[in-house]
């Protein structure tokens, strides 16, 4: 019996977490979640207005060789290793015509590593694990 009423509490409990959540996403979500952190960040990093791309001295060489195609949201949604962009642009160029960016080449791939290199995390999602717990036994 007691068991039950436990349950029923968690789930209480759980559910009256979940609708503030949702009710108020302003307060729970921006302040203290990992996310919020990094647009943050990010804010503080300007933003090409017509292609979405960071600003910095290499940008016009990246918006030179990189939207003549197609559009910079296939650089925006990616995120790879210096390696990797290496590799797509080597794809693009067997395949897709894209052309030998000789002494730019460097400059892009720092672009491109700089502001889309894949996420650091210093935070996985979870909370920490619980420290000094006292457990007990339900009768
Ligand atoms: C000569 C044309 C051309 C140029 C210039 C070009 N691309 Fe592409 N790129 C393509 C084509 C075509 C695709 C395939 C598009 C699709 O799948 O819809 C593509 C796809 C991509 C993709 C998606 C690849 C994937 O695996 O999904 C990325 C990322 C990309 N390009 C980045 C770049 C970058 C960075 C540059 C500048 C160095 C660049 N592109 C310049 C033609 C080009």
């Given at each position: 019996?007691?068991?039950?009423?436990?349950?029923?509490?968690?789930?209480?409990?759980?559910?009256?977490?979940?609708?503030?959540s949702?009710?108020?996403?302003?307060?729970?979500?921006?302040?203290?979640?990992?996310?919020?952190?990094?647009?943050?960040?990010?804010?503080?990093?300007?933003h090409?207005p017509?292609?979405?791309?960071?600003?910095?001295?290499?940008?016009?060489?990246v918006?030179?060789?990189?939207?003549?195609?197609?559009?910079?949201?296939?650089?925006?949604?990616?995120?790879?290793?210096r390696?990797?962009?290496?590799?797509?642009?080597?794809?693009?160029?067997?395949?897709?015509?894209?052309?030998?960016?000789?002494?730019?080449?460097?400059?892009?791939?720092?672009?491109?590593?700089?502001?889309y290199?894949?996420?650091?995390k210093?935070?996985?999602?979870?909370?920490?694990p619980?420290?000094?717990v006292?457990?007990?036994?339900?009768q």
């Amino acid at each position: 019996m007691r068991t039950i009423k436990i349950a029923l509490f968690l789930s209480s409990l759980a559910v009256g977490l979940l609708s503030l959540s949702a009710l108020r996403p302003s307060e729970t979500g921006p302040v203290t979640h990992p996310a919020g952190r990094r647009a943050s960040v990010a804010d503080s990093v300007r933003h090409d207005p017509n292609t979405g791309l960071v600003v910095d001295e290499r940008l016009n060489l990246v918006i030179a060789h990189c939207t003549a195609c197609h559009s910079s949201k296939l650089i925006l949604q990616n995120r790879f290793t210096r390696d990797g962009w290496k590799q797509k642009i080597r794809w693009m160029q067997q395949t897709q015509k894209l052309w030998d960016l000789g002494e730019s080449e460097p400059a892009v791939l720092d672009y491109l590593v700089t502001h889309y290199g894949p996420e650091k995390k210093t935070f996985d999602g979870r909370r920490k694990p619980l420290s000094s717990v006292k457990w007990y036994q339900l009768q």
